[in-house]
């Protein structure tokens, strides 16, 4: 008697999955080391209405900037132009991969009329992760009546040699939409050494109305005290609570 034969079947082999690509590296914000100001900016940075442009490009190991384009613009088209025709003259910190230079391609926001300062502020610390260098320029602090961005100061080149630590004090008036007007050094240690610093930094801060706000608050007097360590060991501003102008 023949036994019964079975016979083994062959399972079909599954599928194969294309291999997916690793995601790209996110476009970063680049960090100008050298930004000539053309007549065109200039006019530019004149203009009675708040405009911006988002160009990207890449910076080449030696810094220099290539193929800049506008990716958003509220510029006309002559001078969204004028302002590519700078950007081929800035200098990027470049990128690196290890301690090797390379190229890569970067972004970078421009910001012209009465509220460029702000405008850029809030660009930066809303998109803080996305800075290239340097890092933790810009930070978001809520405070009275107010949601405060704010530029943290740079340490002046010429004062790194010495690493000196230091403060300022400034008082300033917050205007209805948020700006700052009329900023003054109140005091400074060393004297002088880090005023330049502090004022540039401030006025750049805007002050959002906090939403539950349903009307803006009035002009506020604020006083604020920025303190300069040496890199590494940071900067940071303590603001005292804002008393009525």
């Given at each position: ?23 790209a590296?996110?476009?970063?914000i ?22 911006q ?29 004028a ?10 910190k470049?990128a690196?991969?290890?301690t090797?230079?390379?190229?890569r ?8 009329g ?12 809303r ?37 000196l630590?230091g ?11 948020g ?16 005023d ?9 801060w805007y ?25 590494g ?13």
């Open positions: 008697m023949l036994g019964a034969l079975v016979l083994g079947g062959c399972a079909t082999p599954p599928a194969l999955k294309p291999a997916q690509a690793p995601p590296p996110p476009v970063l680049g960090t100008p080391t050298s930004q000539p100001l053309t007549p065109e900016l200039q006019a530019l940075q004149g203009e009675s209405e708040n405009q442009v988002l160009v990207r490009f890449s910076v080449f190991p030696d810094g220099s900037v290539h193929q800049p384009r506008a990716v958003f613009t509220l510029l006309s088209p002559a001078d969204t132009a302002v590519l025709a700078a950007l081929r003259q800035w200098q990027f470049p690196l991969h290890g090797q230079a390379v190229t391609e970067f972004m970078y926001p421009l910001f012209f009465p509220d460029a300062a702000q405008d850029r502020t809030r660009f930066y610390c998109n803080q992760p996305l800075i290239y260098e340097p890092e933790n320029r810009c930070e978001i602090v809520s405070f009275g009546h107010w949601r405060i961005f704010r530029m943290n100061p740079e340490y002046p080149a010429k004062l790194l040699d010495q690493h630590a403060s300022v004090t400034l008082s300033f008036d917050v205007d209805p939409h700006r700052v007007q009329n900023p003054k050094v109140v005091s400074s240690t060393p004297p002088g050494a880090f330049a610093a502090a004022l540039a930094a401030v006025r750049q002050f959002e109305p906090l939403q539950e706000q349903k009307d803006p608050p009035p002009e506020q007097h604020v006083t604020v005290t920025v303190t300069f360590n040496p890199p060991a940071g900067a940071r501003t303590n603001p005292q609570a804002p008393l009525p102008h």
